[in-house]
């Protein structure tokens, strides 16, 4: 069993930054953050494979970076220019890269005012 433990959600202005931060119990799995709004469907932020390969929702392009730690059990989510509509509850994702099952976290809200 995978373990993810997210820190750094928060409450920001709108134009503001936060760091999103998971410690997970394995290495070398690919990672990534995925979000959800009250009343919609769980969409992908960003991916980052275990080779350090990134992919982002256009919708964050340009604002936010996911970077992995040198231990490789770590993965961040650097959020800047944070609007309104990016507030929802943030979850860490892991991947097996060998069997393709998905691991999550318990999720952080992240709240962005106007």
């Known amino acids: 069993q995978v373990q993810l433990v997210e820190s750094g959600g928060g409450l920001v202005q709108a134009g503001g930054s936060l760091r999103l931060s998971c410690a997970a119990s394995?290495?070398?799995?690919?990672m990534g953050w995925y979000r959800q709004a009250p009343g919609q469907q769980r969409e992908l932020v960003a991916t980052i494979t275990s080779g350090g390969r990134t992919n982002y929702a256009d919708s964050v392009k340009g604002r936010f970076t996911i970077s992995r730690g040198n231990a490789k059990n770590t993965v961040y989510l650097q959020m800047n220019s944070l609007k309104p509509e990016d507030t929802a509850v943030y979850y860490c994702?892991?991947?097996?890269?060998?069997?393709?099952?998905?691991?999550w976290g318990q999720g952080t809200q992240v709240t962005v005012s106007s």
């Open positions: 394995v290495s070398a799995f690919n």
């Open positions: 994702n892991a991947e097996n890269p060998f069997s393709g099952l998905h691991s």
